[in-house]
């Protein structure tokens, strides 16, 4: 049992390119999440996706898009890579679609934006 | 909009004691709160979820307490070790979302 899975691990990018980032959990939890992580900053959430076939705008989604493949997929994608979107994102999950739920994090991708 | 504030940012104690961690929030309207563990350059492990109808959690030597009418949480850590060295999160949902304060960072001195 993986729990949450991210890939990849470490990405360098120059302005302007795009990418995906990739999240799956297999613990068949209906929500999930994607945060970025920055300095003194806590987690602000991008955007989630409460059950398959729905997505949501979080505090900070501008930038970014975002992909509910299926259950258990969960993709970020950058269109066009800005400095200012160096971070560490995180994929989230949680078993329903409430609030009553214990969250479980993927181990991060860091990302660097030149 | 929901803000999370914990205090203090960072902190060093001796190996053995006793020790508070705290939380706090603007909005009492919430469905959980739930405390995590950070270790440097690692993803957040859970360790807590304090549902709202509930006071406390326990486990082993932590336990965190809820008191939504003041909008407070705290994380107590009892005869601390240097192990529980990382950074504690604590994240509050009113529903689907969840916002998170910026961590307490703690360092146990052996």
């Known amino acids: 049992n993986a729990g949450v899975t991210q890939t990849p691990k470490f990405q360098v990018l120059k302005t302007g390119q795009s990418m995906t980032l990739q999240c799956a959990q297999d613990m068949n939890h209906n929500s999930m999440y994607w945060y970025r992580q920055d300095p003194g900053m806590g987690l602000r959430l991008i955007y989630y996706s409460a059950s398959e076939g729905t997505t949501d705008k979080g505090e900070v989604p501008n930038g970014y898009n975002v992909s509910r493949l299926n259950k258990r997929e969960f993709s970020l994608r950058l269109e066009s890579a800005a400095p200012s979107q160096t971070s560490v994102y995180f994929c989230a999950s949680t078993p329903g679609t409430s609030g009553y739920n214990e969250q479980f994090f993927g181990p991060g991708t860091r990302l660097t934006v030149l | 909009k929901q803000e999370v504030t914990q205090i203090p940012a960072a902190l060093s104690v001796p190996e053995g004691e006793n020790l508070v961690l705290n939380c706090s929030f603007t909005?009492?309207?919430?469905?959980?709160l739930q405390w995590f563990r950070q270790d440097p350059g690692k993803g957040l492990t859970s360790l807590l979820l304090?549902?709202?109808?509930?006071r406390e959690q326990t486990s082993g030597r932590l336990n965190a307490s809820l008191d939504k009418s003041s909008g407070r949480s705290t994380l107590y850590i009892a005869a601390s070790q240097p192990g529980d060295s990382a950074t504690y999160l604590c994240?509050?949902?009113?529903?689907?979302?969840?916002?998170f304060g910026s961590g307490t960072k703690l360092n146990v001195k052996p």
């Open positions: 994240a509050v949902s009113p529903f689907n979302k969840f916002y």
């Open positions: 909005d009492s309207a919430i469905y959980n």
């Open positions: 304090i549902q709202s109808s509930q």
